[in-house]
């Protein structure tokens, strides 16, 4: 069993900046992918960033690119999503989720965390 607990959401003022933590425990896969995807009210789960297991693959949603980067550290089995400029549109619950191989799509993985709120206020 995966066990995977975000942490670091929040208030903050639009322009501000937010740094979420996702710590993975269990069996986790050796060579996982992570990512992070986000789900405002009344919208679908859409996907925010992912990551490959050695770091060396990133891919990041139009909407975040330039502001939003992620990270991981394999020997804390832990990712990150430090998120810049934030706007009221970011607004939403973020999860964090692992999968294997590679992949932006959020049909793909199969461990999901039970997500945290970061609320932009304008």
């Known amino acids: 069993q995966v066990q995977l607990v975000e942490s670091g959401g929040g208030l903050v003022q639009a322009g501000g900046s937010l740094r979420l933590s996702c710590a993975a425990s269990?069996?986790?896969?050796?060579?996982?992918?992570m990512g992070w995807f986000r789900q405002a009210p009344g919208k679908e789960r859409e996907f925010v960033a992912a990551?490959?297991?050695?770091?060396?693959?990133?891919d990041y949603a139009d909407s975040v690119k330039g502001r939003f980067t992620i990270s991981r550290d394999n020997a804390k089995n832990s990712v990150y999503l430090q998120m810049n400029s934030l706007k009221p549109e970011d607004t939403a619950v973020y999860y964090c989720a692992a999968t294997f191989p590679f992949s932006s799509r959020a049909t793909e993985y199969r461990y999901w965390g039970q997500g945290t709120q970061v609320t932009v206020s304008s």
């Open positions: 269990g069996r986790t896969g050796s060579r996982d992918a």
């Open positions: 990551i490959s297991w050695l770091g060396g693959r990133t």
